[in-house]
Structures are given as structure tokens and as C-alpha cells.
């Protein structure tokens, strides 16, 4: 579990698990395990509209505002800053379900 702070200070912990990676997908379509190496997702733009839509799902069990308000606290830092962190949570999911072979491969791709 990793945490971020938005533009207005509130503080959001974003934590990675199969129920939710399903919930992201059903909702936005998106499949998280694609969307960093995903040319698709080419403008800057397009790419921050699918992290706030990816992040107001996976805040769902914190918020205690609406969709526009959480919109508003995504701007400057705020996004690199959760998009780091998504990062971060997403790298720390997928290596704890890595297989022997996938690590051994990993591993020597990283010498």
C-alpha cells in the first residue's frame, strides 16, 4: 500500500489486489497491466483522464467527495505523484505474484 496527496492536500493509499484490477477494468475498460507499456494511451492528456478514472476507483473505500472534487485535486504534482505511486503499488503486485521463471528471466534481463 502506497500513498499520494492531491493539489488540495488530502491524502489517498492506493493498494493493488485481483478484486480491484477487475473492478478498474469493468469499469474503465483499462487493463492496468498493459497501461504503462500501452501505446495506445499516447497524449498526456488521454493518459490523465485514465489515471483519474483508475484512481477514483481504486479510492472508492476513502472518499468522502464527488467525482468533480476529486477531478479538481488531480492537477500539477498531484498527478505525477499518484501516477508514481500507481506505479509503484502496480511493480509491487505483479512481482509478488511472479513465477520462478519469470523472476529468473527478470533477473538476468537486469544484469
Not at 80 to 107: D, N
Request: proline residues 1%.
Amino acid at each position: 500500500m502506497r500513498a499520494f496527496k492531491d493539489a488540495e492536500g488530502r491524502e489517498w493509499l492506493l493498494e493493488l489486489n485481483v478484486d480491484n484490477l477487475r473492478e478498474i477494468h469493468a469499469r474503465t475498460e483499462v487493463d492496468l497491466t498493459q497501461l504503462f507499456a500501452d501505446e495506445t494511451v499516447a497524449s498526456s492528456l488521454e493518459r490523465t483522464f485514465v489515471m483519474a478514472d483508475i484512481l477514483w476507483v481504486l479510492c472508492e473505500p476513502q472518499r468522502t467527495i464527488d467525482k468533480a472534487d476529486f477531478d479538481k485535486g488531480l492537477k500539477g504534482d498531484a498527478v505525477e505523484a499518484a501516477e508514481k505511486t500507481l506505479m509503484a503499488v502496480s511493480y509491487t503486485h505483479l512481482r509478488a505474484h511472479e513465477t520462478r521463471h519469470e523472476l529468473v528471466c527478470r533477473l538476468l534481463l537486469e544484469k
